[in-house]
């Protein structure tokens, strides 16, 4: 059974979803997502002999929504993971991040390698920090229209998702899924003048395989609050660039792993795909080629919960061996 609880974090609540004994593994979910989009990892990382421990992040879920912006910065996040594996009596954990979980879990790596064992990323690749700031070097690329850019703005993706959260949120999980027409075109998440995040995008009369409609109730309901908290971390990408520049060059040291989807627009954006074709020359410490999964669009762990599982069961079940004393 998967339980459920509250936990003290640098001085925010975090809630908590758990399973299972063993080593400590972490699992860091994304945007517009909870601790809930790992629902199918835990059982098969608990029977494989691992606690399974997956927080709504600071602003998501049942956890805290810290009013500040600058609340929400890569060191804030950061903080909230080795003060959870603090908190919940470790010294060390592995460390698994989906979309905007992934660069927490690679920086949580990058910045506290003695407390990382190993360290996952889906969807997104390990962070290498640009020479520029990220929001200005998009907004230069794409004139302003980068959805990064659209998320930024004070008030505008909040109140166009908060509109209708349920209706919001099933259309960004069809339309960023393996499932959509055009997954694979490579086309670039732009949002053009006058227009918002949600135009044009389908709206399915039936959901895919991989969601359910009661499954799309829970993430409404955590989303009902709003969006705001959520969004908060795309408006301090500028700010991480300026808050890691002591660790621009460095590398993750920890044992790693990456896995992303075919259909996933993320290997689409400028320089991505460059970045992981170089990936295994850049870490010193990836145990594997990354592993693409066919027809597999954004949403990772949901889309294709048995490859994601057995990768990430062979991952930390060898890392576990080779670091029992």
Request: aromatic share 10%.
């Amino acid at each position: 059974m998967i339980n459920h609880r509250m936990i003290d974090v640098n001085g925010i609540r975090l809630h908590i979803a758990e399973q299972g004994e063993g080593p400590l593994v972490v699992l860091l979910h994304g945007f517009p997502e909870s601790s809930y989009s790992w629902r199918h990892q835990f059982g098969p990382l608990a029977a494989a002999g691992f606690r399974v421990v997956a927080p709504d992040q600071r602003g998501y879920g049942r956890s805290d929504r810290p009013e500040s912006v600058d609340a929400y910065t890569i060191l804030h996040l950061v903080g909230d993971v080795i003060g959870l594996i603090h908190a919940l009596g470790e010294e060390t954990a592995y460390v698994v991040g989906h979309d905007w979980g992934a660069p927490v879990a690679w920086h949580t790596a990058l910045l506290r390698p003695d407390v990382v064992r190993g360290v996952a990323g889906l969807s997104v690749p390990p962070p290498f920090r640009g020479e520029r700031p990220p929001l200005a070097a998009m907004d230069e690329m794409f004139d302003g229209q980068f959805y990064w850019n659209y998320f930024a703005q004070p008030g505008v993706a909040d109140a166009e998702f908060g509109r209708d959260a349920r209706a919001s949120l099933r259309k960004f999980l069809y339309s960023a899924s393996g499932d959509a027409p055009g997954a694979d075109s490579g086309g670039l998440p732009l949002v053009a003048p006058g227009q918002g995040f949600l135009d044009g995008m389908p709206d399915p009369e039936v959901l895919p395989g991989w969601v359910t409609e009661a499954d799309l109730d829970v993430f409404a309901e955590e989303f009902a609050p709003g969006f705001t908290g959520a969004l908060n971390w795309y408006r301090n990408l500028d700010r991480n660039w300026e808050l890691t520049a002591a660790w621009h060059g460095a590398v993750v040291s920890p044992p790693a792993l990456y896995m992303y989807g075919d259909r996933d627009a993320v290997p689409a954006f400028p320089g991505t795909a460059q970045l992981i074709e170089k990936l295994p020359a850049l870490m010193p410490n990836l145990r594997r080629e990354p592993l693409v999964l066919p027809g597999c669009g954004h949403w990772t762990q949901q889309e294709r919960p048995n490859e994601v599982n057995a990768a990430l069961v062979d991952f930390l079940t060898e890392l576990r061996g080779e670091q029992r004393i």
